[in-house]
């Protein structure tokens, strides 16, 4: 019963089947309630920045300029370890202590060289006054100054040397965290052997990260430093920063590689994370309108233009397409309103069942 009233009542919106070809052309009559009845969306034609969105796979990684790791540059024993894998650091503070027999005949030789030292130094006090005083001779001043100025040489250098090597407690070398960040790699246990050449703690700050896109060979020419990008995974919608666009296309993919720059101060994105990065480009204030409100009739893309009570077809000229939706550089003026839906029906009306099966 409801499907004969609904085509009772479209019988009754289009006016009739004796009307002229040439009048059908002209409008298709339809009242408000039929519009309802057969889901035929309108909206109105506005200007809107004719911005193209790039979408490209992209990965999480970490910023290497928040990447810091912890060695130790002396060979010895780990005798303390304060924090383990996971905990959040911040920068100076103390991440395990090594024993280390280097120190500890460098700090004996540092003594020696102060006792040496202090004692060429009364030796040369003594005699710059007996030289004042005219008991003693010049040269006998002169080698015991150049003795002192020698010891404290050695002294001063053994002292650079062991401040080199960063903060000595006892016979201890104490490690501290060079940045703030999270131990994200712990490659050390209490009472193992350590070394220069060895990585005991790896620490990363996840508040900046960096995004790698890869674009293909045309979009990337679109895609310039300074632009927005937005990271977008699931539930996940973030801003970021265009900082590099590459310039190399790469010989296996034939994409281009591009970073952005996001703030993840809530760390919701984590470093090898999968995910979409799209930047937005152009920008050109233009009417666009979705690609379903057109039609194809007769060789021509035609807009239904809606009156009040009836669709007039119209005529417009497509200048591009950007994502699902058609640039007019004539035919639409703003504030009009159009199907953006149901048009396959209005074609039909307009031009028969055959014709309009053939839907561009």
């Known amino acids: ?147 002192y100025e020698r010891a404290k040489g050695e002294y001063e250098a053994l002292r650079e040397r062991l401040k080199s090597f960063g903060e000595i407690k006892g016979y201890h070398l104490v490690l501290r965290s060079p940045g703030t960040g999270y131990i994200v790699d712990q490659n050390v246990v209490l009472g193992e052997s350590v070394g220069p050449e060895r990585e005991l703690f790896k620490i990363h700050s996840h508040e900046v990260l960096w995004i790698y896109g890869w674009a293909d060979e045309e979009s990337a020419r679109s895609v310039r430093e300074g632009m927005e990008g937005r990271v977008v995974h699931g539930g996940l919608n973030q801003t970021c920063r265009i900082d590099f666009v590459g310039h190399e296309v790469d010989r296996k993919t034939r994409r281009v590689r591009v970073r952005c720059v996001a703030e993840n101060r809530d760390h919701r994105l984590k470093p090898g994370m999968f995910v979409r990065l799209e930047v937005r480009t152009g920008g050109e204030t233009a009417i666009l309108i979705p690609k379903s409100a057109v039609q194809e009739v007769e060789g021509k893309k035609v807009a239904f233009v809606w009156k009040g009570d009836h669709f007039e077809p119209r005529e417009v000229h497509v200048e591009k397409e950007i994502d699902g939706y058609y640039v007019i550089s004539e035919g639409l003026k703003e504030g009009e309103r159009i199907a953006v839906s149901g048009t396959v029906f209005l074609k039909t009306k307009l031009v028969g069942v055959e014709e309009a099966g053939h839907v561009h």
Request: proline share 5%.
């Open 1 to 147: 019963m409801k499907g004969f009233l609904l085509l009772l009542l479209i019988a009754l919106a289009v006016g009739g089947e004796d009307h002229r070809h040439d009048e059908v052309l002209r409008e298709i009559p339809m009242n408000e309630e039929a519009v309802r009845e057969l889901g035929i969306e309108l909206d109105t034609v506005r200007k809107s920045p004719a911005v193209k969105v790039i979408r490209m796979p992209a990965e999480v990684r970490e910023n290497p300029l928040l990447s810091f790791s912890v060695y130790s540059p002396v060979r010895g024993i780990v005798r303390r370890i304060y924090v383990k894998e996971g905990d959040f650091v911040r920068k100076g503070q103390p991440v395990a202590e090594v024993y280390s027999p280097e120190l500890a005949n460098l700090i004996g030789e540092l003594r020696i060289a102060e006792v040496r030292m202090e004692t060429a130094r009364k030796v040369y006090e003594r005699d710059r006054k007996l030289y004042k005083e005219q008991v003693i001779q010049y040269t006998r001043f002169f080698n015991s100054m150049i003795e």
